[in-house]
């Protein structure tokens, strides 16, 4: 995953799978910085499509973008 957009794919389809997944696992898939990962996350649970539990720093997807993903998935 060398482009942000492709990183940004990256985080949104491994949380694809419903689960809670820590920001260091995210960090260390995407090989962004803890900064940019946050950032990413931040936007994600801002407009709807994660969930954040900040008292573990864990993130999953939402229920409206799982619906929408499965909606928009040929």
Known sequence: MKKLTSKFEG???LLDDGRFHGLGELREI????ENHTRAIVAFL???GFAEMNKWNDKVRISR???????????
């Open 11 to 13: 985080i949104f389809e």
């Open 30 to 33: 995407t090989e962004l910085s």
């Open 45 to 47: 649970a801002e407009y």
């Open 64 to 74: 409206a973008a799982r619906k929408l993903l499965e909606q928009t998935t040929p």
